[in-house]
């Protein structure tokens, strides 16, 4: 029997880098204890140089001898610091709408295009941000630009032009996996533009127009056999009655005349005609 191995165990860093948070030290307790000491000596002058005032919409990130001193950001409102051992980071948690540059991508097809976008994204993890990302917002742009040629380089033109919105959603989700780690949530990617070389837009101008005519002709002709069609019926139900053939001409006389003033030619049944020409030669 093979003997068996060892699983390793999985191990939990964000224990590790807690424990590591948490111990500062003999030196830095007594760095500490002077620098608080400092500010009880000095109160209430001091006072003023330890109170910060953060925003609704902003969160601090305290630093104590370089360590972060919570594993939560502090604020909104008033926040107490020792003004030797501490610093402190502030991050503004508002939705931040980044412009994504036009980048010039080949699509699967292989017309070269033009393509931005807008990333509209948030940071809900101060600590998360500061920590783990020296500038999170130019990250994440750049994270989206890659994303977004890395997606559009395999759909054609023509998925490209029609599915904006689902190319968008499929960016969102990578960023979001992505850009987890760092304390930022991605709440919506849009396709603003595109842009194809002119010969291109030229080409499919002439497409479409070509494709309307087609359209236009077989909904002419479609329209002229059931014309035709229509006529074949009337005809038939004329030829039945010789009186309404006279009462549709009177009818139609009636239509143009309502209209505008216009020279009428009233058709007269032949029979008449042969009965007026028999009478002019007995008289």
Known sequence: ??????????????????????????????????????????????????????????????????????????????????????????????????????????????????????????????????????????????????????????????QLLAGRVEIGRSIQAILNSATEQWGVKVARVEIKDVRIPVAMQRAMAAEAEAARETRAKVVAAEGEMNASRALKQASMVLSESPAGLQLRYLQTLT???????STIVFPLPMNMLGSLGQKSRRG
């Open 1 to 158: 029997m093979e003997p068996q191995r060892e699983i390793p165990k999985k191990i939990n860093t964000e224990h590790l880098i807690a424990d590591r948070r948490e111990g500062i030290g003999v030196c830095g307790w007594i760095l500490v204890s002077l620098s608080f000491l400092l500010v009880l000596i000095t109160f209430p002058i001091s006072i003023w140089a330890c109170m910060k005032v953060i925003r609704e919409y902003e969160r601090a990130v305290v630093f104590r001898l370089g360590r972060i001193q919570s594993k939560k950001a502090k604020g909104a409102g008033m926040i107490l610091i020792l003004p030797c051992t501490d610093t402190f980071v502030k991050v503004d948690l508002r939705m931040v709408a980044c412009k994504i540059p036009p980048q010039e991508i080949l699509t699967k097809d292989g017309v070269t295009a033009q393509v931005d976008g807008v990333v509209y994204y948030r940071i809900y993890s101060a600590v998360s941000a500061v920590a783990n990302v020296s500038d999170v917002h130019s990250a994440t742009l750049l994270l989206a630009q890659t994303t977004l040629r890395n997606i559009l380089g395999k759909q054609s033109l023509a």
């Open 255 to 261: 239509t143009v005349a309502a209209e505008n003033n």
